[in-house]
């Protein structure tokens, strides 16, 4: 995650992660991103089923019952053994997480463990019920998925209706004062609408929004023609730069951030000091801190029927199985070839990854999108937009 508002706007400074000693267990969750010990934040798609039919799914999800899906006393014992582990957050994820009838009780389990319970959702399904439910259990935040304004986001989700669905949803989070913000997967059939994203911001007072630069997983394999070209990709992360700080200049407070492509960190740290903004060095330091892609590190996933990776993305390659091992003994085994080298990616990228002056900030990037395009997950990152007169290549 790279967070625009925290980074140009100086919301952050790096004084105020070291306060924490970078510990995960520590720092607030808008600081988590800068953390040392890198913990990993576990998402757990804790079902398949969905009630929508999104071009864009990792998990190839539908309206059915799927079979072989942990039990909630499964549940539980992940939940404990991450608990254990440190994992400062669980991410319960799915298909749609709310068509589990034990949600609330393996959230609340979380919670209880001192874990921080977060949900992504595509938001359609909470009324005030289950809001006050998310409320009762000490829910820390949901995210609903929203891809576009209203007609672009019902054909890309393939459901009429699901954008209005949507903000009754974050509504009704928004009543029972849980946070509550945005998810938006960038493409060519809805870059146009991030101008009319930031206004809906404005007009519903939502805090937050993550814009996901896409990954080719799952049915997003199929979307990789429909990714945005690299120029097209800077002049949407300046837009979103520049929408960011005309928030922030009206004083209206609002989180922003990219994921995805952690060549936004350095496009921003280069960006800064081209506008001779002083705050340039205390941003680069703070991208040093947050390290660059995280996948095998920070970040892991868990799928509904137990599997181990490397991240939401990486679901031809199971590490282990928690039905078999802890999730703590699978992710510290480092005989495993890949995990071993997402570990320390550093010494494994080739190409211009390798030869990047910015790999300590960017980390490699995304290593499941080099290897959907090309067969090699070592290999530069596609989607890496920055010229090779930006990343210090001589010609």
């Known amino acids: 995650m790279i967070g625009i508002s925290k980074l140009y706007c100086g919301t952050v400074e790096p004084s105020d992660a070291l306060r924490y000693e970078r510990n995960s ?4 969750s808008h600081l988590l991103q800068f953390s040392e010990d890198k913990k990993p934040v576990v998402v757990w798609n804790m079902g398949r089923r969905c009630n929508l039919r999104c071009v864009h799914c990792y998990s190839h ?16 014992a992940l939940i404990d053994d991450l608990a254990g582990f440190g994992a400062p957050v669980m991410l319960f994820s799915g298909g749609e997480p709310t068509l589990r009838p034990d949600l609330f009780e393996l959230a609340k389990h979380a919670v209880a463990r001192g ?3 977060v949900i992504s959702t595509n938001g359609t399904l909470i009324d005030d019920a289950m809001a006050e439910k998310f409320r009762e259990i000490g829910l820390s935040y949901v995210g609903v998925s929203l891809d576009g304004l209203r007609e672009t986001n019902d054909r890309f989700r393939g459901v009429n209706g699901a954008f209005d669905a949507a903000l009754a949803g974050i509504a009704a989070c928004k009543r029972q004062g849980i946070k509550v913000g945005l998810r938006f997967t960038i493409n060519k059939r809805n870059a146009g609408d991030i101008p009319g994203i930031f206004d809906l911001l404005e007009e519903q007072d939502i805090p937050r929004i993550c814009f ?11 979307l990789i023609e ?14 979103i730069i520049d929408r960011t700080a005309d928030l922030h200049r009206r004083g209206i407070d609002k989180e922003v951030l990219t994921v995805d492509n952690h060549a936004d960190g350095p496009y921003l740290y280069l960006r800064m000091l081209r506008e001779k903004n002083p705050r340039a060095g205390q941003v680069m330091k703070l991208l040093e801190m947050n390290g660059g892609n995280s996948s095998g590190v920070g970040i ?29 003994e699978i992710w510290t085994d480092l005989s495993d070839e890949l995990l071993a080298g997402l570990k ?26 080099a290897e959907a395009v090309t067969g090699d997950a070592w290999s530069p990152d596609p989607a890496c937009y920055l010229t090779d007169e930006e990343i210090g290549l001589e010609r």
């Open 344 to 369: 320390d990616k550093k010494k494994h990228v080739t190409g211009r990854c390798a030869a990047c002056k910015f790999l300590n900030v960017c980390g490699g990037n995304f290593r499941v999108r």
């Open 226 to 239: 429909e990714d945005l070209t690299h120029e097209e990709t800077r002049k949407t992360v300046d837009l």
């Open 212 to 222: 996901y630069h896409l990954v080719y997983a799952g049915r997003g394999t199929k």
């Open 300 to 328: 892991g996933c868990v799928s509904w029927d137990g599997s181990v990776y490397a991240d939401k993305f990486w679901r031809h390659y199971s590490l282990g199985n928690v039905k078999e091992r802890p999730f703590s």
């Open 25 to 28: 267990a520590k720092l607030p």
């Open 115 to 117: 874990m921080r319970a």
């Open 61 to 76: 999800s539908k309206d059915m019952e799927y079979e072989g899906e942990l039990t909630t006393n499964e549940g539980r």
